[in-house]
């Protein structure tokens, strides 16, 4: 199985220059912990997470000032339980997936459940992330 056979596909983008209320409001708008930043061509050039607005006192601040860089990701021909080894490796809960170097959806751990025989690799990011030094 490759990701793009479980990742989410509609991912809203927001460019570097947006302020981050707005991120703000369109992570509330659609219920989500991650937002990428992409340029205009759909390349990826960070994340932003709920934590990171936190974290950062993006009050006031730029999507571009307030993400995450360099950011893990997926291909989106790539198989599976190497993108879930990735998630476990680095203690993420969601990578950004592209093909030929552009956004094109995301794969998260709510993705992964959706197939019982993930049981194990969602175990493993679940206790990397856990015991994740930050």
């Known amino acids: 199985m490759m990701v793009k ?3 989410t ?3 809203t983008c927001v460019r570097p220059d947006m302020p981050a209320d707005a991120v703000i409001r369109i992570m509330q708008g ?3 912990g991650i937002v990428p930043v992409c340029d205009i061509q759909n390349h990826l050039l960070g994340v932003i997470t709920d934590r990171d607005i936190i974290m950062r006192d993006g009050f006031g601040k730029t999507a571009g000032e307030i993400m995450t860089t360099p950011v893990f990701t997926a291909d989106i021909k790539e198989d599976i339980h ?3 080894l990735r998630m476990s490796e680095h203690g993420v809960r969601r990578l950004p997936v592209l093909e030929n170097e552009k956004l094109t959806g995301m794969l998260s751990l709510k993705d992964l459940s959706r ?3 993930f ?3 969602i175990g493993h990011i679940i206790y ?3 015991n994740k030094k930050i």
């Open 82 to 84: 190497d993108a879930a």
């Open 128 to 130: 990397n992330i856990c």
């Open 9 to 11: 596909v509609s991912v």
């Open 119 to 121: 049981t194990a690799e």
């Open 5 to 7: 056979d479980l990742m």
């Open 115 to 117: 197939k019982r025989i």
């Open 30 to 32: 659609e219920d989500v």
